[in-house]
């Protein structure tokens, strides 16, 4: 039952016909939020392609590195001291301490 519109009433009209009309004006309505939701979908992402053509980035922007990441990076890296420590040292979690190292490494 569709409040706001009295063709979709199922309660009034229960005969074959009344059940037959509600159900297509069902259908149709269906098809018309459905396509709609579709052309949303595919204007959202042609705007976003063109935001990143201009450059813009989306998310939140990463926080600074400590000042002690790049020693400990090096003592890492060296093996003198565990992931876990150089992770500890820079107060970050190891898999954050892992992907900055792995992007600063990329970047040299």
Excluded: H
């Excluded at 229960?14 to 939020?33: E, H, N, P, R, W």
């Excluded at 992402?45 to 990076?73: D, H, M, Q, T, Y």
Aim: charged fraction near 35%; include cysteine; charge should be positive.
């Amino acid at each position: 039952m569709v409040l706001d519109m009295p063709l979709l009433d199922t309660r009034r009209d229960k005969d074959l016909l009344g059940t037959f009309i509600a159900d297509l004006v069902l259908q149709v309505l269906s098809f018309a939020a459905q396509n709609e939701r579709e052309n949303i979908r595919r204007r959202q992402a042609e705007g976003i392609a063109a935001a990143r053509k201009k450059g813009v980035r989306f998310g939140r922007p990463p926080k600074p590195l400590p000042a002690e990441f790049s020693s400990a990076l090096r003592l890492w890296k060296e093996g003198k001291i565990s992931l876990a420590d150089a992770a500890r040292s820079c107060r970050m979690a190891k898999s954050s301490f892992r992907y900055r190292a792995k992007r600063e490494m990329n970047f040299r």
